[in-house]
Structure formats: C-alpha cells, structure tokens
C-alpha cells in the first residue's frame, strides 16, 4: 500500500531564516505531487504541483519554491521566511484521475 | 484556471438529520470530484469521489451528486453522528491533474 510522510510536524522558525519541508511517498512510481498551504481561513491554496522528476508547477508567485529531486520525493523551501509565511502546509500525492492522498501537515510558525 | 465555490462556509444540523453541502466549478474539462473530510489538525482524508461520466455514487451514509451541465457537485450525509463534525472539502481536477480546492464548510452535529 501507499504511504506518504511529511515533516516536522511542527517548526518554529525566525524571520530571514531559510525552510527546507520535505515529503516522500512509498508504494507508487511517478505520482503526482502537491504541496498546499492551509491559513487560519481553513481552505487549501495549491502551491506547487509535479508531474515528474523536475517538473515544477507553481500557482501562486511568492516567496517559497518547490524541487522534485527524486520521483517520490518531494521538497519545499524557502531562502528567507516572512511572518506571512506562516501556516499549516500539506504535501499530497495522487494518480492521474485519482484523489489526492494527503500527509498529516507541518505546522509552520515565523516568528 | 479552475475556480470552486463551497456553500455553505458553517453547517449545524441535528445529531440523526442530514446535511448536504454543494459546490460549482468553473472549468467544463475538470473531470474528477473528490471530497475530503478534514478533523483537527490532520491532513484531509478523501471520503468519496465521483468522475465526469457519472451522475451519483454512494457509499453507506455518503452519496455524491454531479450535474456536469450545470457545473455543481453536492455531499450528502445521512442520519449524521457526532464523529461526521469535521471541515468538509470539495475538489475539482483538472486534465492536467492540478487539484483545486473549495473553501470548506465546518459541519456541527448537534446532540
């Protein structure tokens, strides 16, 4: 069967310092990967998501950017956190038509 | 892109009614709905989904309408119990297996 993992679970960082969340799959090849942000308005804004190895898509121009280094990893970053930063971020991974599966979510605090 | 309405944003039904939930997409080419349920700090767990050549599905107190004509999907829960409280999402992919995501609606059971 397929699992997901995703962390930390929690981490409280400072402002200007740089974020590395990573999230790898077992059990599937080539799935497609997703990284979304939940704020405290509880819905789900789509990050990043990835078709393949090296295929990055981004919605939303910002301060975070996104890498796919091997197929079933998938990894979020940051250079320099702003307070704005802040949230609840999830990794997901589906098939093509398929749900989405989701990790259990890093909670990111920027003070 | 795609665009997906959730209504409505709060949702308290009595403990053994029903609730329904509704949503529109703005993209005819989306061709899979999925619903999650989200409890509290945990990542959306998929409950049932419905593809594009469908016009219902159920499973046990859950069944999911799609009106492609209209561009609307609905949850429908049955006799709801207390463990149905939860943060609802619904969800539209698109050909290119980008997942966009409702707003939620927080659903109390009411004893």
């Known amino acids: 069967s397929q699992t997901i993992h995703q962390w930390p679970a929690t981490l409280v960082q400072p402002v200007g310092s740089p974020l590395s969340l990573e999230c790898t799959v077992e059990g599937t090849s080539n799935p497609n990967l997703y990284w979304y942000r939940q704020a405290a308005g509880r819905g789900l804004q789509l990050l990043f998501y990835?078709?393949?190895?090296?295929?990055i898509s981004s919605e939303v121009p910002q301060n975070l950017s996104a890498s796919r280094p091997q197929d079933r990893q998938f990894i979020l970053s940051s250079k320099k956190l702003l307070l704005s930063d802040s949230g609840f971020y999830l990794c997901?991974?589906?098939?093509?038509?398929?749900?989405?599966?989701f990790g259990q979510g890093t909670r990111l605090t920027v003070v | 892109g795609e665009n997906v309405e959730q209504h409505p944003s709060t949702l308290s039904v009595q403990e053994g009614d029903s609730a329904v939930i509704k949503c529109t997409y703005s993209d005819s080419a989306s061709n899979y709905f999925p619903w999650y349920k989200q409890e509290l700090g945990k990542g959306p767990q998929l409950i049932i989904d419905i593809r594009s050549n469908v016009g219902e599905k159920k499973d046990q107190r859950i069944a999911v309408t799609l009106n492609k004509t209209a561009k609307h999907f609905s949850l429908h829960i049955t006799e709801t119990q207390p463990e149905d409280s939860a943060v609802y999402f619904c969800a539209a992919k698109e050909r290119d297996d980008k997942i966009i995501f409702g707003k939620g609606t927080r659903l109390h059971i009411l004893p």
């Open positions: 990835s078709v393949g190895i090296g295929q």
């Open positions: 997901a991974w589906s098939r093509q038509e398929a749900g989405a599966f």
